[in-house]
């Protein structure tokens, strides 16, 4: 079966608005509105054309030796994609009959593939562009859960693999069969020997340059945001499912499932203090502002690429369908770096990533059940790096007593010494057994000092105050390079594990001042108790529940304009979720503005304090509901009523109709 593609169908800034902003404002604020950028001036995205027949819910990409592209999807197909960096690829299906393949690479004529319950070796022995050799590498058992996702494989420089399985899902992560939770190393005659555990959902893993394993974990029970880990043999990454199984042969850690207790409240840091076996995450990513599911890494091999970055990695996330960048350093021995914005709006949810021959990226990506950002429910799509350099920051270094900003170009003299210019705030999460955790322990830093480096490549901050343990958000708003330009992306997210040896900060020990009390209150528009004003009551109760996809249980409910309502939200999903209710045709206006909520989503319960929002409900965990009470607007319409967890808002909603 060959299908192919026929070629598919691309500011100045006005002279004289320029020239009025140079007579009214003088000529720095020219450079700064004329010059600012946005991601796709750098990166440009294109689309793989797929033909309408092929269902191309991308789970992984390799490319052969040939430069032609294999995709397997997830409904267990194997296509190979010839020219697919041109408008008219061909395709051509090579294999089929997997179950739920989420990863693939190619290794001497042969594409090796990791599905729900095998490690699997595909070849064309016969020439014939088909796969004619299934042959089963390794097993491992299932329960049939349907979160018993199986990711890779990776290969190692030797020729072994690395495999991750993820937890079932029962109400909590469990593991349900032998080395659920586990990282597997896997030789190419199918002699397995476990890694690490502690990990839930580890769609993503790679090497660094230095050939050291990294992967990527998701939010869920004992995960309080998403995170990158390095792993080594017989770690324990946090999770403790995973745990049930080292008493087993083979197992190179004896730490038991009883050994870890949440009743103390502690950090996933403070409780590393006590069990060594536990890896710190080297970069936590900020959930809903980094991302809400992380998913593939990809290592940056040289500066040719997308930029001065070589070493440092690109993260996809699914829900967000963005790819952001993650800096690392090692400070006493261990890895620990920040996480900075990179490229958003792809077409679907990011899966996997994978340099092409041509030095583009190619994304492969889904959306069924999982839902994103990207309006499309799978694709493929290329970006390219046009050579110019974005004014961003290229990476954040720890210091004894601050922080030193590193740019990709040099900075204003005048607005990188302003100190007004820049903030730093560490938050952390909580680690227990509950479904992902609000920021905690949040303290704005004194900034007392700084100094601009004389080539102006840098700047360094010197900070009252950090402590061990601690997401450190470090924004730059307002430095501009010496064209007058903004900063592309303004704020990083260092993970900070490890103070540098040096001269400490006056409150180095971080007691400190916490957040002062101008969080947001309690919100007007969430009533939870019937009004003592409502003499009777409420005329109309309406049960609203969910169900999978992010969607609701309802997508129309009418109701008399002026009636006294109950809304009982049951959330019985496997992911938090609220119901807000927003004036005609604001849904998107509302759930957009709740992704831009930052440090403190939390606080707002993911609502934006809008007057497009009318009502709502709490953000609410699974298997938690809530009933709240208001009455209905007097003009009738279709009002909307959405989701506001990040992401969400693109398809969790419905028409509150009022007649």
């Not at 909590?172 to 890694?195: H, K, V």
């Not at 270094?397 to 210019?421: C, K, R, Y």
């Not at 009318?614 to 009455?631: D, V």
Request: charged share 20%.
């Amino acid at each position: 079966m060959k299908y192919v593609m026929k070629p598919s169908k691309t500011d100045i800034f006005p002279f004289i608005a320029a020239l009025s902003l140079f007579i009214c404002f003088g000529q720095s604020a020219l450079f700064a509105q004329s010059s600012d950028r946005s991601e796709s001036d750098y990166f440009t995205i294109s689309t793989l054309n797929i033909p309408d027949e092929i269902v191309m819910e991308a789970g992984g990409l390799s490319f052969d030796d040939e430069g032609n592209l294999a995709v397997v999807t997830r409904r267990g197909e194997v296509w190979i994609v010839n020219n697919p960096q041109s408008d008219n690829p061909s395709f051509s299906r090579f294999g089929q009959g997997l179950h739920e393949p989420l990863g693939i690479a190619y290794r001497e004529g042969a594409y090796y593939i990791a599905q729900r319950g095998e490690l699997v070796r595909l070849e064309d022995s016969s020439g014939d562009g088909y796969a004619d050799l299934y042959q089963t590498i390794y097993r491992w058992p299932l329960t049939g859960n349907y979160h018993e996702y199986s990711y890779g494989p990776k290969f190692l420089p030797n020729g072994d693999m690395l495999v991750t399985l993820n937890l079932s899902w029962i109400g909590y992560g469990a593991s349900l069969t032998d080395w659920r939770g586990w990282m597997l190393r896997i030789t190419q005659d199918g002699e397995m020997t476990p890694f690490a555990t502690g990990l839930r959902s580890p769609l993503g893993f790679a090497l660094n340059a230095e050939g050291d394993i990294f992967y990527t974990e998701n939010e869920g029970d004992w995960v309080g945001s998403g995170w990158m880990t390095h792993l080594e043999e017989g770690d324990f990454a946090g999770h403790p499912e995973g745990l049930r199984w080292t008493e087993m042969e083979g197992s190179p850690l004896d730490l038991r499932f009883d050994d870890i207790d949440d009743s103390e409240g502690l950090t996933l840091y403070e409780q590393s203090q006590n069990i060594p076996e536990i890896k710190n995450p080297a970069t936590w990513f900020p959930h809903t502002i980094m991302g809400i599911s992380t998913s593939d890494i990809l290592l940056i091999e040289n500066d040719d690429q997308v930029g001065p970055f070589a070493g440092q990695f690109l993260v996809g996330d699914q829900g967000h369908s963005k790819i952001m960048r993650v800096y690392h350093e090692k400070v006493n021995g261990e890895y620990q770096g920040a996480v900075f914005d990179f490229r958003e709006g792809f077409q679907s949810g990011i899966i996997k990533l994978e340099w092409g021959p041509d030095d583009q990226i190619y994304v492969g990506m889904t959306s069924r059940g999982w839902g994103s950002t990207g309006r499309d429910q799978y694709g493929v799509q290329r970006m390219r790096w046009n050579g110019e350099i974005p004014f961003v920051m290229q990476k954040i270094n720890a210091e004894s007593n601050g922080f030193t900003l590193t740019f990709t170009e040099p900075v204003d003299h005048q607005s990188a010494m302003d100190i007004n210019n820049y903030s730093v705030t560490d938050f952390t999460y909580r680690y227990d057994a509950a479904y992902g955790s609000p920021v905690i322990n949040r303290q704005n830093k004194t900034i007392t000092r700084l100094s601009v480096a004389d080539d102006g490549m840098s700047v360094r901050l010197y900070v009252d105050g950090l402590r061990e343990g601690y997401i450190n958000e470090v924004q730059a708003a307002g430095v501009l390079n010496e064209a007058g330009q903004n900063l592309l992306h303004s704020a990083g997210y260092y993970t900070l594990n490890n103070l540098p040896e040096g001269e400490r900060s006056a409150v180095a020990d971080g007691t400190g001042v916490d957040r002062p009390d101008d969080e947001p209150g309690p919100s007007a528009k969430k009533v939870t108790e019937r009004p003592s004003d409502w003499d009777t009551g409420p005329n109309m109760r309406i049960q609203l529940a969910t169900e999978p996809g992010l969607q609701y249980d309802q997508t129309l409910i009418t109701v008399q304009a002026g009636s006294r309502v109950a809304l009982t939200f049951e959330n019985d999903d496997d992911m938090a979720h609220n119901v807000v209710i927003t004036l005609p045709e604001s849904a998107d206006q509302v759930g957009e503005a709740a992704m831009r909520l930052g440090l403190d989503a939390d606080a707002l319960e993911f609502v934006p304090r809008l007057e497009e929002v009318l009502f709502h409900t709490s953000m609410l965990q699974p298997g938690q509901s809530e009933t709240i009470y208001f009455e209905v607007p007097e003009t009738p319409g279709d009002y909307d009523f959405v989701c506001t967890f990040p992401g969400h808002h693109i398809s969790m909603r419905g028409i509150f109709r009022v007649e």
